[in-house]
C-alpha cells in the first residue's frame, strides 16, 4: 500500500468503536492488519513475474485473521485456513522462513513438501490445514479437548469459510464440542463464494448462526470487516470460554475480493459487489479512523510502511537465496514415521492364566490406561455399556469417563479429537465399533494422520482398533476385512494379530508406538480361542513376522484368521511339511522372513480372508516374484476370499472363504 490511501480517498464507511482500547493497543492492531496486506500485494506483483506459483488471496478478510490472533493468547492454538495470511504474521512467524515455506524451499516449514499454508508449527501454535478444509475443526476439538482435562484454561479457535460448513466434519466436530463443552470458538469467514458457489447454493437457512442452535451452542454473526470489532468480540468470547469452557460459533461476514485463487479469475461476481465490499476495506477503514482519532499521522504511518517494506524485502530475498529443494530418497522414505525405536517390554513375573482373544485385548488396554495417565479411550458406547464387545467393561469405573469416554456417532471428528490430543502430548485409541464403519472416518485417517509427520513433523500417536472379519452371519457392512485401504498409505502402521499372546503384546506395543497404528481384531477370534498368556504388562516386538510351524516343501504366508485356516489344513493332513509364516505386522511388513522361508522350501502360497483383488497377497506375492524368482520351484500362488461383498447367510458366507480353493491349491503347489 502507498502512503495513507485513507485520507486520499476518504473512503471510511465503517462504524469503530475502540472501547477502552489504549493508543499502544490500536497501533498493534494496525500493524497487525497492515503486515499481510502489505505481504499480498508483495506476493501478487510476485506472482505475475512468475516467481512464485499459487496464491489465495485473503485481500478484504484480513481483520478476521488479524482479530482472532491478537485476541489471543500466545500458547492458544489456532487452527486457520488458506486465506489466513494474517494468523502467521500476528504470530511472529518468521518472515523468511514463512517464504521458504510458500516457495517450496527445503527451509520452510515442510521441507518442500507442502504447499503454501498447508502446515502447522507448534512453537506458534498454529495447526495447518489439509486441502479438505472441514477435517480441521476436529483437531480443534482434539486440542480442546487436551486442554480441558489438563485444566489449562484455554481456548482453542479454528476456521473455516462458509463453503467448508456443509461438510459433514462441520456437524460432527460442532456436535461432538457441543456434547463435550469444548473450549472451542468456530470462526466462519462468509466471504460470499465457495470457490464459485454463491450463498444461495451453498446454504438454506437465513443465517450460518441458525446452525448453532441445532447444535445446542452460541453464536453470533458480526462485521468481518471490522478489525476492532472482531478483536473485541473474541477477545470477551475467549475470556469468558477460559473460565467457562464451551464452544461458540462466530460468523464473520466479509468479502472475496479476489478470485477463489489468482489464476482463477471473478467473472461470476457482480461488480457492484466488488464496488460495495470494496469501500468496506478492513485496512483502509482502520486506517482513517485512527487518523481521525488521532492515534496515527503520516509521518508514523510513512514509517511503519517503510519498516515493513524493508523487513517483506529482506526476508524476500533471504528466501529467494535458499536453494531449491533437492531430493534425498533415504530421507523420504525416513519420515514417513517418527524415528521409534521399540524396547521390548516383558512380563515382570512368571504369573500367566488363560485368556480368551478378547481378553488379551482388554488386558492390553487395561495396563496400558495404567501405565500411561496421558491414554484416552474414545469410540461408540464404550463406557458404562463397555463397548458392543465388552472390552472395556467397567474401564470407565477405574479410569473414569473423562479418559473411557463415549463418543457421538461421529467417527470422523472423532478421530480428528485423536490427532489434536496427540498434538498436545496425549495418546489415544479410538475403538470403530465394527471396522466397517470406519469409512466414515476415513479421510482423517488415510489424509491427516497418516500424512501429518511427513508433511510438518507433527506425529499421530493414535491407535484405532478395527473389529473386522466374517464369519459370523453379519453381512456385508459388519463383515469387511478393510486391511487393503489403508495397505496402500503410506504413514499408516497396521497390526494385525492372530492369538492371544499376540493380541495382547501387540496392542500395548501399537500404544507405544507414537505413530497411527490401524489394529485388526478379528471378531470371530474374539471368544473361540484362548491360551495361557502372561498377566503382567508386556509387548511383542513389532518388526518381526512369527514362524508358526516350521516345515521344507511349502511357505505358506498368511495373517489374522488365515494362520487357523492353514493350521486346520496342516492338522488335517500332517504330511505336509509346511513353513507358516504369520506376518502380524502388516504395514511394513517383514519381507526378510518371507524371502528367508520362500529360498528354503522355494514353493509359496499367500492366504487371505480379505478378498483377492488389489488385496495384500497381491503385493506380498509380487515382492516374492521380483525378489525370489530364482529360488521358486512353481508359480506364486494366492488364496483369498471371493470379490464379491461378505454375504448374510451361512452357506454364501462359507462359500465367500474359498476355504476349499486354499487346500486344492495348496496340494496343486505341493505336486508342482
Ligand atoms: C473436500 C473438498 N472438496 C472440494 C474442495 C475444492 N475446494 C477448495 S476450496 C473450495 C471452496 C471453499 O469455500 P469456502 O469454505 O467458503 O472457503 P473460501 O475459499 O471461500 O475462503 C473448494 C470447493 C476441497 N478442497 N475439498
Known amino acids: ?112 513438501r507442502e504447499r503454501s499454508f498447508h502446515f502447522g508449527t507448534n512453537d506458534y501454535h498454529i495447526v495447518g490445514m489439509i486441502s479438505h478444509l472441514g477435517p480441521q475443526m476436529g483437531i480443534a476439538d482434539g486440542i ?16 473455516t469459510g462458509e463453503g467448508g460448513t456443509s461438510e459433514g466434519d462441520f456437524h460432527e466436530a460442532l456436535n461432538v464440542a457441543a456434547v463435550w463443552n469444548l473450549p472451542v470458538i468456530f470462526i466462519i469467514e462468509n466471504n460470499g463464494y465457495g470457490l464459485s458457489t454463491p450463498l444461495n447454493e451453498q446454504y438454506k437457512c437465513e443465517d450460518l448462526t441458525d446452525k448453532a442452535t441445532g447444535y445446542g451452542m452460541e453464536s453470533i454473526q458480526i462485521d468481518g470487516n471490522n478489525l476492532l470489532n472482531v478483536y473485541d468480540t473474541i477477545k470477551t468470547y475467549a475470556e469468558s470460554i477460559r473460565n467457562n469452557p464451551r464452544p461458540m460459533l462466530l460468523e464473520c461476514i466479509t468479502f472475496r475480493m479476489r478470485g477463489h485463487e489468482e489464476a482463477s479469475g471473478i467473472k461470476y461476481v457482480p461488480k457492484e459487489l466488488i464496488d460495495e465490499w470494496g469501500k468496506k476495506d478492513p485496512v483502509i477503514n482502520l486506517e482513517s479512523y485512527l487518523l481521525d482519532e488521532g492515534v496515527l499521522n503520516e509521518t508514523l504511518i510513512e514509517t511503519i510502511k517503510s519498516d515493513f517494506k524493508n523487513e517483506i524485502d529482506k526476508s ?84 473414569g469417563k473423562d479418559r473411557i469416554r463415549n463418543t457421538p456417532l461421529c467417527e470422523s471428528a472423532i478421530v480428528g479429537v485423536a490427532l489434536g490430543l496427540s498434538i498436545k502430548g496425549m495418546k489415544s485409541v479410538v475403538e470403530m465399533q465394527f471396522a466397517d464403519f470406519v469409512t466414515s472416518g476415513f479421510n482423517q485417517i488415510v489424509n491427516n494422520l497418516a500424512k501429518i509427520y511427513y508433511r510438518w513433523g507433527q506425529n499421530a500417536d493414535v491407535v484405532i482398533r478395527m473389529p473386522c472379519g466374517a464369519g459370523v452371519g453379519a453381512g456385508p457392512f459388519h463383515s469387511q476385512s478393510n486391511e487393503a485401504w489403508f495397505f496402500h498409505t503410506p504413514g499408516l502402521k497396521i497390526f494385525y494379530p492372530s492369538n492371544p499372546y499376540d493380541a495382547k503384546g501387540m496392542i500395548t506395543a501399537a500404544i507405544e508406538d507414537p505413530n497411527p497404528v490401524m489394529f485388526f481384531e478379528h471378531k470371530a477370534l474374539y471368544r473361540s480361542i484362548s491360551e495361557e498368556i502372561p498377566d503382567d504388562n508386556y509387548t511383542v516386538e513389532t518388526d518381526k513376522a512369527k514362524l508358526v510351524k516350521e516345515g521344507d516343501d511349502v511357505t505358506i504366508v498368511t495373517y489374522g484368521m488365515g494362520v487357523h485356516w492353514a493350521l486346520n489344513v496342516l492338522k488335517d493332513d500332517p504330511d505336509i511339511s509346511a513353513d507358516l509364516i504369520d506376518l502380524r505386522i502388516l504395514l511394513p511388513w517383514d519381507k526378510k522372513t518371507v524371502e528367508e522361508s520362500v529360498k528354503k522350501t522355494g514353493k509359496v502360497i499367500v492366504v487371505h480372508e480379505d478378498t483377492l483383488t488389489g488385496g495384500i497377497g497381491g503385493e506380498i506375492a509380487s515382492h516374492i516374484s521380483e525378489h525370489c524368482f530364482q529360488y521358486l520351484d512353481a508359480p506364486v500362488m494366492r488364496s483369498a476370499s471371493l470379490d464379491t461383498p461378505v454375504p448374510f447367510s451361512t452357506a454364501l458366507e462359507e462359500n465367500f472363504f474359498q476355504k476349499e480353493v486354499f487346500k486344492r491349491k495348496l496340494k496343486e503347489l505341493l505336486n508342482f
Do not use: C
Request: proline fraction near 3%.
Open 316 to 399: 524476500l530475498e533471504a528466501a529467494f537465496a535458499e536453494p531449491e529443494a533437492t531430493a534425498d530418497t533415504e530421507e523420504e522414505l525416513k519420515d514417513v514415521y517418527v524415528p521409534f525405536e521399540q524396547k521390548i517390554i516383558h512380563p515382570k513375573t512368571e504369573k500367566k492364566s488363560q485368556k480368551r482373544f478378547i481378553d488379551a485385548i482388554s488386558d492390553g488396554l487395561r495396563q496400558s490406561l495404567q501405565k500411561y495417565d496421558n491414554l484416552i479411550l474414545m469410540g461408540q458406547d464404550i463406557a458404562e455399556y463397555g463397548g458392543v464387545f465388552k472390552i472395556t467393561e467397567n474401564f470407565y469405573k477405574e479410569f
Open 144 to 159: 480442546a479437548l487436551a486442554s480441558l482435562l489438563r485444566k489449562e484454561r484455554k481456548v482453542t479457535v479454528v476456521f
Open 1 to 112: 500500500m502507498e502512503s495513507s490511501q485513507a485520507t486520499e480517498y476518504k473512503k471510511r464507511v465503517m462504524m469503530f468503536d475502540r472501547k477502552n482500547y489504549d493508543d499502544d493497543t490500536l497501533i498493534s492492531l494496525y500493524k497487525a492488519i497492515l503486515l499481510p496486506r502489505m505481504i499480498e500485494e508483495k506476493m501478487l506483483l510476485l506472482l505475475r513475474k512468475g516467481k512464485i506459483s499459487k496464491w489465495f488471496s485473503g485481500i478484504g478478510q484480513e481483520a478476521i485473521s488479524v482479530g482472532a490472533a491478537m485476541a489471543l493468547e500466545k500458547d492458544e492454538y489456532i487452527l486457520p485456513m488458506h486465506r489466513n495470511l494474517g494468523i502467521f504474521t500476528t504470530r511472529g512467524v518468521p518472515l523468511d522462513k514463512l517464504f521458504m515455506q510458500l516457495q517450496g524451499k527445503y527451509k520452510g516449514f515442510s521441507k518442500g
